[in-house]
């Protein structure tokens, strides 16, 4: 079912890039809008992994740089049934992590030098977990191609109030008219942001189960991510915040001070997500 959803409100997303784009171009502006979107995530689908790593200054280790991190890595990916990624190390403070890659096969964990130095090994393991449920589910390239398509989506929205408001296009070619145009243009790049959210805040839930699941404990995950939570808002990731269309590859918002509780967040509430997981273990309480 979860599937079924994201495939709905990824339609939803590429219809909406097409109707921006025939507001601009009517019938033929449509074609062209699909056609870049087609362009953009082949593009997305070759490259989104090596980009966002080099944008983030990710160091590739191996077994003889991280012997810890590279064994947790190997022996949970076999648990999960995937091929060994490839494991990457951030020199940023803040402790956080995020997967990325097309496939499986074409897969990387990263994990930042403030998370390595906060969590214990069991909760690193937690993390990593839930890091390989996303690469499991492929929910790498489902939210490559979501922030794709919803970033374009602002990029249309902007040529079409340009066009809403200095444009001569015949109306009889626009059935939405002058105010229609400018309406959609504003309120379209929300609706995609919505869409892209809602993508990215069920696809974390189902990686915590799969995180506590491939871990077999997961309590393991629930307390790291309250060690995360709490040292995240308090400490800036410059290159996050720089470009925050990347905030939801990340386990927390990596965004310093974001308030993950509202209707545009881009992860669930921590809060929620570690009582589903105390929920997993049997435990209502204080860890056990």
Same mark, same amino acid.
């Given at each position: 079912?979860?599937?079924?959803?994201?495939?709905?409100? !990824?339609?939803? /997303?590429?219809?909406?890039?097409?109707?921006?784009?025939?507001?601009?171009?009517?019938?033929?502006?449509?074609? !062209?809008?699909?056609?870049?979107?087609?362009?953009?995530?082949?593009?997305?689908?070759?490259? &989104?992994?090596?980009?966002?790593?080099?944008?983030?200054?990710?160091r590739e280790v191996d077994r003889a740089a991280a012997p810890g991190l590279y064994g947790i890595v190997e022996?949970?990916?076999?648990?999960?049934?995937?091929?060994?990624?490839?494991?990457?190390?951030?020199?940023?403070?803040?402790? @956080?992590?995020?997967?990325?890659?097309?496939?499986?096969?074409?897969?990387?964990?990263?994990?930042?030098?403030?998370?390595?130095?906060?969590?214990?090994?069991?909760?690193?393991?937690?993390?990593?977990?839930?890091? /390989?449920?996303?690469?499991?589910?492929?929910?790498? /390239?489902?939210?490559?191609?979501?922030?794709?398509?919803?970033?374009?989506?602002?990029? /249309?929205? @902007?040529?079409?109030?340009?066009?809403?408001?200095?444009?001569?296009?015949?109306?009889?070619?626009?059935?939405?008219?002058?105010?229609?145009?400018?309406?959609?243009?504003?309120?379209?790049?929300?609706?995609? &942001?919505?869409?892209?959210?809602? !993508?990215?805040?069920?696809?974390?839930y189902e990686a915590d189960r799969a995180g506590a699941e491939v871990s077999g404990h997961p309590l393991w995950?629930? &307390?790291?991510?309250?060690?995360?939570?709490?040292?995240?808002?308090?400490?800036?990731?410059?290159?996050?915040?720089?470009?925050?269309?990347?905030?939801?590859?990340?386990?927390? @918002?990596? !965004?310093?001070?974001?308030?993950?509780?509202?209707?545009?967040?881009?992860?669930?509430?921590?809060?929620?997500?570690?009582?589903?997981?105390?929920?997993?273990?049997?435990?209502?309480?204080?860890?056990?």
């Amino acid at each position: 079912m979860n599937t079924l959803r994201t495939g709905l409100l !990824i339609a939803a /997303l590429t219809a909406l890039f097409m109707a921006v784009g025939y507001l601009i171009g009517g019938e033929s502006g449509m074609v !062209i809008a699909f056609l870049v979107a087609a362009a953009m995530n082949l593009f997305a689908y070759w490259n &989104s992994d090596r980009m966002v790593l080099r944008l983030y200054g990710a160091r590739e280790v191996d077994r003889a740089a991280a012997p810890g991190l590279y064994g947790i890595v190997e022996q949970l990916a076999d648990r999960a049934g995937i091929p060994m990624p490839r494991v990457y190390v951030i020199d940023q403070a803040q402790p @956080n992590a995020f997967a990325t890659g097309r496939d499986p096969a074409h897969a990387a964990v990263c994990v930042t030098r403030g998370l390595l130095g906060i969590v214990s090994q069991e909760e690193l393991a937690g993390v990593l977990g839930h890091e /390989l449920g996303h690469i499991k589910h492929r929910d790498t /390239l489902t939210m490559t191609i979501t922030a794709t398509i919803a970033g374009a989506i602002g990029m /249309l929205a @902007n040529f079409a109030f340009f066009f809403g408001v200095f444009g001569a296009r015949d109306e009889r070619d626009n059935p939405l008219g002058f105010v229609g145009t400018l309406l959609v243009a504003l309120l379209a790049p929300i609706a995609a &942001s919505l869409v892209q959210l809602a !993508i990215s805040r069920s696809r974390e839930y189902e990686a915590d189960r799969a995180g506590a699941e491939v871990s077999g404990h997961p309590l393991w995950l629930a &307390s790291a991510l309250e060690k995360i939570e709490a040292h995240a808002r308090a400490t800036p990731n410059p290159v996050a915040a720089a470009h925050p269309a990347t905030a939801h590859l990340f386990i927390v @918002n990596p !965004i310093a001070g974001a308030h993950l509780d509202n209707l545009f967040a881009s992860h669930p509430a921590t809060g929620d997500r570690i009582r589903r997981l105390r929920q997993l273990a049997g435990v209502a309480g204080p860890w056990g």
